[in-house]
């Protein structure tokens, strides 16, 4: 199967943990101390006079995309529970377009 | 977006349930779609949303992705429980039957029945879980008592707006329009997306209130919805609005009448609307003209400019919409918040109108089977409720005891005294709605027998109950969701049991148990289908089994109600309110000791109403703010969820953090006349200087369940530190949102621990001491004086 990015348009990213819940469920990783996508935040602080204020969510290296979930026609289990719809996964030789419609505040995983 | 007819299929080795999200545990009906899998066994494997539910699409929150860990929780109470009186407050619950749990609340509450009459039993409900449905007929239509309602001071949750809505709109309850009615959402073709959204105290994202999803705001965000947050924290939502309304807790009609101010003033209403449909806009303008954005501004603390741009991006784009939170019911001055923001979304035309505002004609068959089952109290102990009827006429009018008032009668046993509680979905102690939560413990520890159904083992069941039945989760059983509670209700969804509930049973299911035993007549249904078919029969013509093939039925909706005669039960053109109109200017409050008009009253405690106590306690405290991991008290004892939010957060701005030697993570000890809590500093933007926001609804499951500890719920409850009995003239509204504290460093939370044996009740019953304002405040001395 052809390479997957994931894509976070983190302009819209609210910060609702789902996507970590919803990794948790589908790798069926127990202990509080492993993660398969975690949350980072930044702000909120005001930059040259407007509030920055954003979170991404990070895949980490138990991230393998939901490899078996896209076989099916699935989306990844994060993707498809994000409360703000802001993630995808992507073929990598289509990001470039998706991510000139996207705009900005968006970023790239290839975990 | 259709629903497949088949609502269970199997899926390989598994067999897949769909169904709508309500609650245990604790949610409001959002109705969310989802895919519950078990294997052959009947056990839970995973869940999964449902892609085509047609308004949460697939998503689903965290808290309900933690599924299997609150379904195969340890720490779940899995059958009926007792323990003997004298062991109140310790750990020593024995497992019953079902039987023998029916013959003693049978028992007791026959007892009281026959001694003391129906009156004295107590139902005490929490709030927007299914209970909301199915409590008050526990309490009407099987202990035969006229007393229950939820129970913060004031009825300060969703009580003040519906009932504001009731007596001034006349049209259930205002949501902004997010195409919620139609299949295809916001590619209908009758849709329009609102230009300006204004979140007024609301966090919708975390709160998903009243069924609500709150997503649907990013929905219309990407669709190119621009937003106006009215609200004392700078939310994730209003770093991205184009005016932030940043205001200080508990002054919201100010910022109203403000806003009316510019609207009315510089002439941006729509006069044809109201030309036809507004009663009192000439009088509303008379009140408001004095009241401009600089008249504002060193009340709320918000730049006159910001809320004169808000009022004029609100007024000159039509369509824009107004969404209302709680904040605007927790505070006395709430109900003229609630008229202002009601009036500005009237007069500018947004009502019922694409991208507007929603409203519907507020019946249902639920909430008429819910109203109806009063028959079984009777006229006559009816009459007995503790409603507040001398002191608030306003409140009276409504089904519900009045907390306040209630609390005044445990203390004074007058008219007469309770002997029973029953606690029904509800953790009242913990800092969710009882506040000086100390005296409500030592009045109702009294009781002669108390009792209660949950899924968790609460401080509340542990101190203070003898009986506890075990409820089910959604998933363990059939059920519907009706979100907004009947008063303006886009869909009906289908909750279908998909796992094997044990021992538990539903809310509905106790009722029809324990109704059995007590009052037959009101109980001829067998089962939940039958009970449910007889009620959606009321007003559609297909049943219980039909809405499971639907999913989700989107009920049928039209714009413009009011011009087809579809908001008033009798069919007029109009709205449901005395004069048919919206009434800007109430033509019926002057009945109950009310202004018409909305006016601004300071906060009980404020730097203003009390600039003594401000001197010592220097900040304005708001509470209430949501996570997304939790539903007020719950959600405590799941381990992802708790990971992720494991401590009681008290947000503090870095600079005031600075000036008290607090950083974040540190303990902070949070203290006013009435009582201290401990929380952990989180040290950010997200509040100005002059204001802290404290977390409610913390208790630690994992601490010592025993009495006096209860799994540390009083170390960090912020409701110690709110009054009781401060309320609005109608009866409604507490400051829960808006007081002055003073913080200082902790060692832990140790520094917050009581022990109710050892509190000492204020000598007054209402801290009117406290108030130099104006003489709207209705506490008990003030009006019963010696
Ligand atoms: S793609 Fe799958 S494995 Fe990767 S973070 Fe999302 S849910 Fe987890
Ligand atoms: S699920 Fe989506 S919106 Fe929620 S935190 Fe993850 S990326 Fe952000
Ligand atoms: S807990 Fe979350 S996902 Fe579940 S029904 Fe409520 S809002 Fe929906």
Redesign the pocket.
């Known amino acids: 199967m052809e390479k997957h990015a994931l894509l ?1 348009d ?1 302009k ?9 819940l ?1 990794c948790r469920q589908e790798k069926q990783i127990a202990s509080q101390d492993e993660w398969g ?1 975690k ?1 980072a935040e930044f702000g909120p602080e005001k930059l040259a006079g407007e509030w920055y204020w954003n ?3 990070v895949p980490s290296s138990l991230c393998d995309l939901c490899e078996s979930r896209l076989e099916e026609g699935k989306k990844p289990a ?1 993707v498809h ?7 995808e996964a992507v073929p990598l030789t289509e990001v470039p377009v998706r991510l000139a419609e996207l705009g900005d505040g968006v970023a790239v995983f290839v975990p | 977006m259709t629903m497949d007819k088949e609502w269970r299929v199997e899926e390989g080795d598994l067999i897949r349930t769909r169904t709508c999200g309500w609650s245990p545990p604790g949610c409001h009906p959002v109705g969310c779609g989802m895919f519950i899998y078990t294997d052959k066994d009947g056990n839970f494997v995973k869940v999964e949303g449902d892609p085509d539910h047609p308004i949460t699409q697939g998503r689903l929150c965290p808290r309900c992705l933690a599924m299997g860990e609150f379904l195969n929780h340890p720490d779940r109470i899995k059958y009926p429980m007792k323990r003997a009186k004298a062991d109140r407050g310790k750990d020593k619950w024995e497992r019953i039957s079902w039987d023998e749990a029916l013959d003693i609340l049978e028992t007791e509450v026959r007892k009281i029945w026959e001694t003391y009459g129906p009156e004295a039993i107590y139902v005490s409900k929490g709030t927007g879980r299914e209970a909301t449905e199915y409590a008050p007929p526990m309490a009407q239509a099987v202990f035969k008592t006229p007393n229950n309602a939820f129970m913060m001071s004031g009825a300060s949750c969703y009580g003040p707006r519906t009932v504001i809505g009731d007596f001034l709109l006349g049209a259930g309850y205002p949501e902004l329009d997010y195409a919620a009615f139609f299949p295809d959402r916001y590619d209908d073709p009758r849709y329009e997306v609102p230009k300006y959204i204004i979140l007024w105290g609301k966090s919708p994202l975390q709160s998903n209130p009243d069924g609500f999803f709150g ?1 649907a705001i ?1 929905d219309l965000m990407k669709r190119g919805s621009k937003l106006i947050v009215i609200d004392p924290r700078l939310t994730w939502l209003a770093s991205r609005a184009e005016f932030h309304l940043q205001l200080r807790p508990g002054t919201d009609a100010a910022i109203g009448l403000a806003m009316l101010n510019v609207v009315i003033g510089e002439d941006l209403y729509d006069h044809a609307f109201c030309d036809e449909w507004v009663f009192g806009l000439d009088e509303l303008a008379e009140r408001v003209a004095d009241k401009t954005p600089e008249w504002a501004e060193p009340i709320t603390w918000v730049p006159a400019d910001v809320i004169r741009g808000a009022a004029r991006a609100f007024a000159m784009n039509a369509p824009s919409s107004i969404m209302w939170g709680l904040a605007i019911d927790t505070q006395q001055n709430g109900a003229q918040a609630g008229q202002a923001l009601l009036a500005l979304g009237a007069i500018c035309g947004y009502m019922d109108v694409p991208g507007g505002i929603t409203l519907a004609l507020p019946s249902s068959f639920m909430g008429r089977w819910t109203y109806e089952t009063l028959q079984f109290v009777g006229e006559e102990v009816e009459k007995k409720r503790i409603d507040g009827e001398e002191d608030h006429p306003a409140y009276a009018v409504g089904p519900y005891a009045h907390p306040d008032s209630v609390l005044t009668t445990l203390e004074t046993e007058d008219p007469y005294a309770f002997h029973m509680f029953y606690f029904y979905a509800s953790n009242p102690i913990a800092p969710t709605c009882y506040a000086e939560p100390e005296r409500w413990y030592n009045a109702i520890v009294k009781m002669d027998f108390n009792a209660a159904q949950d899924c968790f083992m609460t401080p509340t069941i542990m101190g203070l109950c003898d009986l506890v039945l075990p409820v089910s989760f959604f998933p363990e059983h059939d059920g519907f969701v009706l979100p907004h509670f009947g008063r303006n209700t886009h869909f009906l969804g289908a909750m279908n049991a998909a796992v094997d509930p044990g021992e538990a049973r539903s809310d509905l299911e106790i009722d029809m148990i324990v109704g059995k035993r007590l009052n037959p007549e009101a109980w001829p249904w067998d089962t939940v289908e039958e009970f449910f078919d007889a009620q959606i029969h009321t007003q559609y013509d297909w049943g219980f089994n039909d809405l499971r093939e639907f999913g989700a039925f989107q009920q049928p909706f039209e714009y413009r109600k009011y011009e087809k005669g579809m908001l008033r039960p009798d069919g007029e053109p109009g709205f449901n309110t005395p004069t048919g109109l919206i009434e800007v200017s109430s033509s019926i409050y002057d009945d109950f000791g009310e202004d018409p008009l909305p006016y601004f009253m300071e906060p009980a405690m404020s730097p203003y109403s009390t600039p003594d106590l401000y001197e010592d306690y220097p900040l304005v405290m708001t509470t209430g703010g949501r996570s ?1 991991v939790s539903f007020h008290s719950e959600h405590r004892q799941i381990p992802s969820l708790r990971a992720i939010h494991p401590d009681p957060l008290v947000t503090i701005n870095p600079k005031t953090a600075a000036k008290y030697g607090i950083n974040d993570g540190d303990y902070v000890l949070i203290e006013n006349p009435l009582g201290k809590c401990v929380e952990r500093a989180r040290v950010t933007n997200e509040v100005p200087e002059r204001v802290i926001h404290a977390e409610h609804g913390w208790w630690f499951p994992e601490d010592d369940p025993e009495a006096p500890n209860l799994n540390g719920v009083w170390k960090s409850n912020v409701n110690r530190l709110i009054p009781m009995y401060k309320v609005g003239v109608t009866g409604y509204g507490a400051p829960y949102k808006n007081v002055l504290c003073r913080i200082s460093k902790a060692d832990g939370y140790e520094a917050g621990a009581a022990d109710p044996a050892l509190y000492e009740p204020r000598a007054s019953r209402g801290p009117e001491s406290m108030t130099n304002g104006p003489s709207q405040p209705a506490s008990y001395e003030v009006i019963h004086p010696e």
């Open positions: 976070i983190y819209y990213c609210t910060g609702c943990h789902s996507c970590e919803a996508i949350l979170y991404v969510a994060c529970h994000c409360l703000a719809k802001c993630m | 997503h990013i997304f």
